[in-house]
């Protein structure tokens, strides 16, 4: 039985993330049904924005995966650190290599990037301290999201067993030095896409780090057909809708998606198209008050369900995406997808799958709008959705992912040991939180 070990930010079923959701789903899948003895490394926070602590710290279970939480040494400033990365992160990114040449300006510059991982967060030294405690135990560390400060200052304690699961997007981050460090020096890295293939080898460039291409497994339940009854008690919406579901913030481009929805509404007065909202919203995004938009909240899995079978379409404005599980989830629902087309993942998924709508300006978005309600219940179109579902299912399998982690498991790369960074400061092992050896 294999023995690993899974790094990522924030952990649990209540926690609403696509890097974070993704590791979960393995973990629960390696263990469940491969049984590998998987222990998760994670803070106590719950939400990004602030990084609170908000579950006890110590040992847990959730879904039967053993769980390690620590707590973050404090919460985020997100005014401070707003400010300070908009300072600072044209620096790191830009201008990094030729100060690095100096001594005093390379020390100067590790300070800036230490600075700014432990003011983004989540800062949990105590993590740090137990993966590198604990190391000799795991046949395999695989971190996720190389964005966060334990993948970042966590990695380099145990490099040689290390396997990166970066979920990368085009920003400012991926070229900091401490990134572009673990991506090239990573024996082996696990990207959802080849589109965040080509991003990172564009950073690593003449590298030769073994790269396979994962993403994740689609649910078999969800290509199922099954009536809402046995989905969940709460019907469907008894008007026709469009559908966003996930974290609901400026970020993911939810304002310009209700922005466009108005003007369609406004343009198409005799439509009678609703838009519904379902995630956690971030505390400072408003949701406008209008007949046609409904925020649902967090939803449970089985509503999703629900939800996104009967949508005209689910649709994701997002311009940064490493996967998209909810796109997979829905395409193998049989459910159009509608995607901001300045994303090149999202936008990719067009050529698989004829179902997949992008859309660069409000011209084309409208005129997706007006497809998906033009071609609803067509026998042609139902064709379509079902090609789209067998792509999904055939690509993003549980198998495949399974057979690359297996492949990752078994490699042995030539891997140097990475020096520990100067400024990672030194904990003491985290009292009751190492089990014994």
């Not at 602590?53 to 005014?79: D, I, K, Q, T, W």
Request: aromatic share 12%.
């Amino acid at each position: 039985m294999p023995k690993v070990a899974f790094v990522v930010q924030r952990y649990g079923s209540e926690v609403i993330g696509g890097a974070e959701t993704h590791a979960r789903l393995v973990a629960e899948y390696l263990h469940h049904q491969q049984g590998w003895d998987v222990t998760i490394y994670t803070t106590t926070a719950l939400d990004y924005e602030t990084w609170k602590n908000h579950y006890p710290s110590g040992v847990c279970a959730v879904n039967g995966v053993e769980v390690l939480r620590f707590p973050c040494g404090f919460p985020r400033f997100v005014m401070l650190f707003k400010i300070y990365s908009r300072l600072v992160s044209p620096l790191l990114r830009f201008t990094a290599g030729s100060l690095g040449k100096n001594p005093l300006a390379r020390w100067a510059l590790e300070f800036l990037e230490f600075l700014w991982f432990m003011l983004q967060g989540p800062y949990s030294p105590r993590l740090v301290a137990a993966i590198e405690y604990d190391k000799d135990q795991f046949e395999k560390i695989f971190f996720f999201t190389y964005l966060y400060y334990p993948t970042i200052y966590g990695f380099a304690h145990c490099a040689e067993k290390a396997v990166l699961i970066p979920t990368a997007h085009d920003e400012y981050p991926l070229f900091f030095p401490k990134s572009k460090k673990i991506l090239s020096d990573a024996a082996i890295l696990l990207v959802n896409t080849e589109e965040e293939e080509n991003l990172i080898k564009s950073v690593i460039r003449g590298k030769k780090n073994k790269i396979l291409k994962v993403g994740v497994g689609v649910e078999v339940p969800y290509a199922r057909k099954f009536t809402i009854a046995n989905a969940d008690p709460s019907p469907a919406p008894p008007y026709p809708y469009l559908l966003y579901l996930g974290r609901v913030s400026k970020g993911k481009g939810v304002h310009e998606l209700i922005q466009e929805f108005i003007k369609y509404r406004e343009r198409s007065v005799h439509s009678s198209l609703q838009l519904l909202i379902a995630g956690a919203s971030e505390q400072q995004f408003q949701i406008p008050e209008h007949p046609a938009i409904h925020y649902l909240g967090p939803v449970s899995e089985e509503h999703k369900v629900t939800l996104v079978r009967n949508a005209l379409a689910l649709v994701n404005p997002s311009t940064k995406e490493s996967l998209s599980l909810i796109v997979l989830e829905a395409l193998a629902m049989q459910t159009p997808i509608i995607v901001n087309g300045s994303c090149k993942v999202l936008s990719s998924y067009q050529r698989y799958a004829s179902t997949v709508l992008p859309y660069l300006s409000a011209r084309e978005f409208s005129a997706h709008l007006d497809t998906v309600q033009r071609n609803y219940g067509t026998s042609s179109w139902q064709l379509q959705l079902k090609k789209s579902q067998t792509w999904v299912l055939k690509h993003y399998s549980w198998d495949k992912v399974y057979r690359s982690y297996q492949r990752a498991l078994s490699y042995q790369g030539k891997m140097q040991r990475l020096p520990v960074p100067v400024l990672l400061p030194k904990n003491p092992a985290p009292n009751n939180f190492v089990r014994s050896l």
